[in-house]
């Protein structure tokens, strides 16, 4: 094995020492979640910070709650208590989904919501599920605090806007003033718990059998997981029973085509074929999940 | 490693108490082999995909590769040398019921991720268990025997 960088590992009881400790290293420093992705790009070698800030003895970081229209999740919540959370079914049942398809059992019991979208990888099963509902990352830093759209924070393949100081605290995800969400979720993979080649997760609001609000979102084989909001805009007033999967695939390479990473995922003809089947598909089930 | 400051903490390992001092950088997995003697979790992959690593923190499976020990104070830690006294358990004796072994470095790493999905689901269907073995890899492939030992039957003479 090759050597691990050597660091020193801090793990600080509150929010605020922790990002006292960040402000006192600057981009020498990095926080430790769950661990599941950083943990193997230590050993790996492919990240070496001189200063290690763990949030695991850090309090108040754990809670997963509903209130205020908003669903907390703080940085401390693992991915398996989101897959496990009941009550999380009612408005949250893609995200519950996508959770309950990361990685393995092993993982998604330390791997945590907020460590997720910090990586930014774009075959995230999470990131993929929340940027189909309206997510604001909660960065601390010490004296102020700020609130970024999910849609803005992630900027590129595991890049952030985070920057050197600050911390993600939370994700608070909206909860819908409307009822009557369907969802689909599907992703393409070689073997399972391989990373994703792509992914489609769907939501869809139906009213008197039309279809009145739509997120579909492409993760996966793209530079960063995005919404297709040309597909979202055909798929609104759309008759179900007519069948919402007959969508124009040229909505769906529209919204991808210049972010498509054939050389990270699959050749590009492949990819040109197999999205607009993998979102049509995904719009089906959520279509159908209507219907019946 | 030498100009990094050492940690001291507690953890409880298969029901005893140890005191582990470590470098922030090593893992669970090196304090287990390296610092404790314990070989029966494996080196695989290192990067959370396989699973000859796996353990049980409080209860649920972890690839110990992927955890720094360091960060582990206070937890309860089991590995496969935990799971059975001079007698095997139930899981070890499904393994051998079914054939379930063939070039055995897989081998702990499943006995404990089996264990951990027994502590929830006592017989588990097929479904459920390989749903659940997505986190450990039998590079020999042998997974249908794998399978089979997990969804065995509980044996009341042997279950814990």
Redesign the interface.
């Given at each position: 094995?090759p050597?691990?960088?050597?660091?020193?590992?801090e793990?600080p009881r509150s929010a605020e020492a922790v990002v006292q400790l960040l402000a006192e290293h600057g981009d020498e420093a990095r926080v430790?979640a769950g661990?599941?992705s950083l943990?193997?790009l230590?050993?790996?070698g492919f990240s070496s910070p001189e200063v290690?800030v763990?949030l695991?003895q850090c309090s108040g970081l754990d809670t997963l709650e509903q209130a205020n229209g908003q669903l907390h999740i703080g940085a401390m919540v693992t991915t398996?208590r989101l897959e496990h959370a009941a009550e999380l079914r009612v408005h949250f049942a893609l995200l519950v989904e996508a959770a309950s398809q990361v990685?393995?059992?092993?993982?998604r019991?330390?791997g945590t919501v907020v460590g997720n979208v910090c990586h930014a990888d774009p075959r995230s099963d999470v990131i993929v599920a929340l940027l189909c509902h309206d997510t604001v990352i909660q960065l601390k830093a010490t004296g102020v605090d700020r609130r970024i759209a999910l849609e803005d924070f992630i900027d590129g393949p595991n890049s952030t806007k985070i920057e050197p100081g600050e911390m993600a605290v939370a994700v608070d995800v909206a909860v819908e003033a409307n009822a009557g969400w369907t969802f689909g979720y599907r992703k393409v993979v070689k073997r399972?718990?391989d990373p994703a080649m792509a992914i489609c997760a769907v939501r869809l609001r139906c009213e008197n059998n039309y279809i009145n609000d739509a997120r579909v979102v492409v993760g996966g084989a793209v530079s960063l997981a995005r919404r297709l909001t040309a597909l979202e805009s055909s798929l609104t007033g759309v008759h179900f029973a007519a069948g919402a999967e007959t969508t124009l695939a040229a909505d769906v390479l529209a919204g991808v085509e210049s972010h498509l990473m054939p050389e990270r995922t699959a050749p590009i003809e492949y990819l040109h074929t197999m999205l607009p089947r993998l979102v049509a598909a995904t719009v089906g089930d959520a279509a159908g999940k209507v219907a019946s | 490693m030498t100009d990094v400051a050492l940690h001291s903490l507690e953890m409880t390992v298969n029901g005893e108490q140890q005191n582990v001092i470590c470098s922030p950088g090593e893992t669970l997995l090196d304090v287990l082999r390296d610092r404790l003697g314990l070989t029966g979790a494996k080196f695989g992959c290192g990067i959370g995909y396989c699973g000859a690593c796996t353990v049980l923190i409080d209860g649920e499976v972890a690839h110990a590769c992927c955890l720094l020990a360091a960060t582990l104070s206070a937890r309860n830690i089991t590995t496969v040398e935990g799971l059975a006294g001079d007698e095997l358990n139930e899981v070890q004796e499904s393994f051998l019921d079914c054939g379930a072994v063939q070039c055995g470095y897989c081998t702990p790493g499943f006995v404990v991720s089996i264990r951990g999905l027994r502590n929830s689901v006592p017989e588990p269907t097929e479904v459920q268990a390989r749903a659940f073995l997505n986190g450990n890899i039998c590079r020999c492939t042998g997974f249908a025997a794998i399978v089979r030992a997990a969804c065995a039957p509980i044996n009341p003479e042997l279950a814990e």
């Open positions: 094995m050597a691990v960088h050597p660091f020193t590992l793990r430790l661990g599941q943990t193997p230590l050993t790996l290690l763990s695991d398996a990685g393995s059992p092993h993982v019991n330390f399972a718990g | -």
